[in-house]
C-alpha cells in the first residue's frame, strides 16, 4: 500500500478524482475493490456514488457453485452502495428448480427491503422474464415474492419513472395488484414508462376486465407503453385519450397466437386517441397471428403505425398466404410506415414482386428485414431501385431461405450483385444478406 506522504508517488497519485472515478467506471466489483486497498484517495473513489448508481444483478439459473456466492454478493451490493441506486436491472436466467426459485425469493426480500429503507433515487427498474406460471414456482414463493415486489413498489411508486417487468406471467388479480401498487396512497401514478409485455399468464382475455380499466385509469403522463393486444379494448384507448394524451408518443403493441385477440376495436377508438396525441406512433410485434382475416381484424386503417413484424417463427401453414396483406393490408400505411420486418415460412407461394411493390410505395420506410423463400433476383431488383432513390432504405437485412443444401450458386450471385452496388452499399447502407437452407 502506497503512503500518501511519499513524495516519490507515481502520477497515478495525482490523477484528478473526476479521471480516477472514470477509470473505476470501467472496472468490475472485483478490480474496484482491489484498487480500493492501493491508497485513501483511490479507497474513496470506490465510495463515490456515481460508480453505483446503475446495476444489473443477475442470478444463473443453471446448476453451479456459484449460486451462494452469487445471492450473497447481491445483498452486500445494495447494503454497501443500494442507496446511490438510480437504474436496477435484475436478471434471473433459467431457473430449472424450486430450491433456486426459493434462494431467489429469500434473497430478492432482502434485497428490495433495504433497498426500500435505504433509496430515495431509483427511477428505473427492471425485472424481466421471471415466468412465474412455471412449476418451478411453488405456489408460496410465487405469492411471497409478489407481495415483496408490491411492497417496494408501494414505496418507491412516486420515484420510479420506468419499469419493465416483461415475461413475468402472473393473474389478472396478481397482475392488477402490482400495477397498482404504483399509484399507493396519491391514487394516482406519474410513472412516464412501463413494459407489461407477456405480464399476464397466456389465454387471459384482459381487455375485458374492469379492474385492469380501473389500474390503467391512475396512470397519468404515460410515454410509452408496451403491453400485448389481449390488453387492447375501446375502454382502454378511451382511459388512455383521457389520462395520458398529453404525454404519450409510443405504444408498443405484441399479438401472439396463443392469447386471446378476436375482441372488436373500433377505427374511431383509434382515431379520437390519435387525434389527441399528435405525437402517437404505433408499433405492432405479430407472432404466429398470420391470417389475412386476423390481422385485417386488428390492423384498422386509423392507426398510426410505424412498425410491423411479422413472424411465423418457422411455422409453415397451407391454409394461409401471405399475398393479401402485402397486397391489400400493409400498403394502407404507406405514408406512415417506417421499419418492416418478414419472418415467414412460405415455402408454398412466391412474394418477391408483392414485397418489392410493397417496399417501393412505402415512401418512409427506412428499415427492412426479410427472413423468407425469395429469389436471388429479388436483391437486384431492390438494391437497383435504392440506387435510382425509388426508396429510402438505410438498413436491408435479408435472410433468403431456400429448399436445397447447396447454396454455393446462389452465394455467387450475391456476391456479384454486392459487387455491383459496392459503392452504394459501403457508402449509404446498413446491409446484411445471406442464404439460408430450410431443409
Not at 67 to 85: I, M, P, Q, S
Not at 371 to 380: H, P
Request: glycine share 2%.
Amino acid at each position: 500500500m502506497e503512503d500518501d506522504s511519499d513524495p516519490e508517488q507515481s502520477c497515478w497519485a495525482g490523477l484528478p478524482d473526476v479521471c480516477l472515478r472514470h477509470v473505476f467506471h470501467w472496472l468490475d466489483d472485483r478490480d474496484r475493490s482491489r484498487a480500493a486497498l492501493v491508497c485513501k484517495k483511490w479507497s474513496r473513489a470506490m465510495y463515490s456514488g456515481s460508480l453505483w448508481r446503475t446495476r444489473t444483478i443477475t442470478f444463473n439459473g443453471r446448476p453451479s457453485r456459484a449460486h451462494t456466492f452469487e445471492f450473497e454478493t447481491a445483498l452486500w451490493y445494495v447494503k454497501k452502495f443500494g442507496k446511490y441506486l438510480e437504474h436496477l436491472e435484475i436478471k434471473l436466467l433459467n431457473p430449472y428448480n424450486a430450491v433456486l426459485t426459493r434462494k431467489f425469493q429469500v434473497t430478492m426480500r432482502g434485497l428490495l427491503s433495504h433497498l426500500g429503507k435505504c433509496n430515495s433515487r431509483l427511477v428505473s427498474l427492471s425485472i424481466q422474464h421471471l415466468e412465474l406460471d412455471r412449476m418451478v414456482w411453488k405456489s408460496m414463493v410465487r405469492a411471497q415474492f409478489i407481495k415483496n415486489l408490491g411492497t417496494f413498489l408501494k414505496r418507491m411508486g412516486k420515484h420510479l419513472d420506468y419499469l419493465n417487468l416483461k415475461g413475468a406471467r402472473v393473474t389478472l388479480e396478481e397482475g392488477c395488484e402490482l400495477l397498482n401498487s404504483l399509484s399507493y396512497l396519491r391514487n394516482k401514478s406519474f410513472i412516464s414508462e412501463v413494459n407489461i409485455e407477456d405480464f399476464f399468464s397466456l389465454h387471459l382475455p384482459i381487455y375485458s376486465s374492469t379492474l385492469f380499466h380501473q389500474v390503467v385509469s391512475k396512470f397519468q403522463s404515460l410515454v410509452i407503453l408496451t403491453f400485448n393486444y389481449n390488453c387492447i379494448s375501446d375502454e382502454l384507448l378511451d382511459i388512455l385519450c383521457k389520462h395520458s394524451a398529453h404525454s404519450l408518443c409510443t405504444l408498443n403493441i405484441k399479438c401472439h397466437i396463443h392469447d386471446p385477440h378476436g375482441q372488436v376495436v373500433w377505427g374511431m377508438s383509434w382515431t379520437n386517441l390519435a387525434k389527441r396525441a399528435p405525437r402517437l406512433n404505433v408499433n405492432f410485434f405479430f407472432e404466429r397471428v398470420m391470417r389475412h382475416d386476423h390481422l385485417a381484424r386488428i390492423l384498422l386503417v386509423e392507426i398510426p403505425i410505424r412498425s410491423i413484424s411479422l413472424r411465423s417463427c418457422y411455422f409453415s401453414d397451407p391454409d394461409w398466404t401471405m399475398r393479401p396483406t402485402l397486397v391489400n393490408l400493409l400498403p394502407a400505411y404507406r405514408h406512415v410506415l417506417q421499419k418492416l420486418t418478414l419472418e415467414v415460412n412460405n415455402d408454398h407461394e412466391l412474394l418477391d414482386d408483392e414485397l418489392l411493390q410493397l417496399i417501393l410505395s412505402c415512401k418512409r420506410l427506412f428499415f427492412l428485414k426479410v427472413w423468407a423463400f425469395l429469389s436471388v433476383t429479388f436483391m437486384e431488383k431492390l438494391l437497383q431501385n435504392r440506387s435510382e432513390k425509388k426508396c429510402i432504405l438505410t438498413t436491408i437485412k435479408v435472410r433468403i431461405y431456400t429448399a436445397r443444401q447447396e447454396t454455393s450458386e446462389e452465394d455467387r450471385l450475391l456476391r456479384d450483385i454486392y459487387k455491383k452496388f459496392k459503392y452504394l452499399i459501403d457508402s449509404e447502407l446498413n446491409y446484411f444478406v445471406i442464404t439460408y437452407p430450410m431443409v
